[in-house]
């Protein structure tokens, strides 16, 4: 089983995957390199992507590309900046538009990413964007979102997905199902095993005896079972076997308080149900500079917290922020400062 994080070397690149063409990724990707800052002391980017997407994107956001070094590999990457191109061209290529070459980039960048983080060519990576048809689109049809294109590739068991922003973090019990079958999918060994990759990864992020609160599914805590026996059936039994290994997890917690009560310190990060229970809460608070990480594999990977926004695609009105924000996240984690987040 592999879910451990190795820390990888200090100074290796960063991989910057550009997400689907036909998305914002390559036009937040380009403002972000034009607002980054260079020297010594800034860590190497390596993007991973298509030359064209990567010109599209800087023709939309109004901005010059600085020079970026081509490179047949992630082992070659040596310039402070450098590009690795995965190949396909541009026909047909519409902003906007599901496409399955699209499709093929961004799962081929996410492949390249991963492989070199397993391979300890970089430190760790980035994502941009993807859209779920356009995958589907180029045949990749188990692969729902990263988060699943990574099991497959690392043999991950267990995974989970993290959304951090200033003063809120959260990990979800699921992301990727219908809110039928995440309800069924709240039982006690389930949510057992996500507060134990909870914990474990969180110190290895440099966040020792994490307080993890997990939330309720049902209204007010489910009222005593009158609202719901999950709590009752599933929950609060795993909490206490968590609890028993030395864990320190409280709840469940009713879903319409607990994040605020994170948000004014009482928890390090909150355990949500399901993925909308999550991603209102966070996003509410500060969407701008949210951002996700995938617990469980054994590289450190963090990602915008928003889609390919293919209304707006192509506009130069896309914001980097979230991006800048990923990026940031990255380095922290690789470095061990989730704490300081």
Not at 190 to 207: I, M, P
Not at 264 to 271: A, I, M, P, R, S
Not at 305 to 322: K, N, W, Y
Request: aromatic share 4%; with cysteine.
């Amino acid at each position: 089983m592999v879910d451990e994080y190795t820390v990888s070397g200090a100074r290796l690149p960063l991989a910057l995957t550009l997400g689907d063409p036909a998305g914002i990724g390559p036009e937040v990707a380009t403002r972000l390199l034009a607002e980054r800052a260079s020297g010594p002391d800034v860590r190497p980017l390596l993007l991973i992507g298509t030359r064209w997407a990567l010109e599209a994107g800087a023709e939309a956001a109004g901005v010059t590309l600085p020079e970026l070094a081509d490179v047949p590999g992630p082992d070659t990457a040596g310039a402070p900046l450098a590009l690795l191109d995965v190949g396909l061209g541009p026909e047909g290529f519409e902003f906007g538009r599901v496409d399955a070459r699209c499709g093929e980039i961004a799962v081929r960048s996410v492949e390249t990413a991963a492989r070199a983080c397993l391979a300890g060519q970089v430190a760790g990576m980035v994502t941009c964007p993807i859209h779920k048809e356009a995958i589907h689109a180029a045949g990749y049809v188990d692969d729902i979102g990263h988060q699943e294109i990574l099991s497959r590739l690392t043999g991950a068991d267990w995974t989970a997905t993290m959304l951090m922003t200033p003063g809120l973090r959260v990990v979800h019990l699921s992301t990727h199902k219908s809110l039928i079958e995440a309800a069924r999918y709240v039982t006690r060994d389930n949510v057992l095993h996500k507060l134990r990759l909870t914990a474990r990864t969180l110190s290895t992020w440099g966040l020792p005896g994490a307080r993890i609160a997990v939330a309720a599914l049902n209204p007010h805590g489910g009222e005593g079972g009158l609202l719901g026996r999950e709590e009752i059936d599933e929950l609060a039994p795993a909490v206490a076997d968590a609890r028993a290994e030395g864990l320190a997890v409280s709840g469940p917690w009713p879903a319409d308080s607990v994040f605020n009560r994170a948000i004014d310190g009482e928890f390090d990060v909150v355990l949500a149900l399901y993925h909308d229970q999550g991603h209102i809460a966070i996003k509410v608070h500060d969407f701008h500079a949210s951002t996700t990480a995938t617990l469980g594999i054994p590289f450190v990977r963090t990602s915008v917290d928003h889609g390919t926004a293919f209304d707006i695609a192509g506009r130069g009105v896309a914001d980097p922020r979230s991006l800048a924000a990923a990026v940031a996240a990255a380095e922290a984690l690789i470095d061990g400062r989730l704490a300081q987040l």
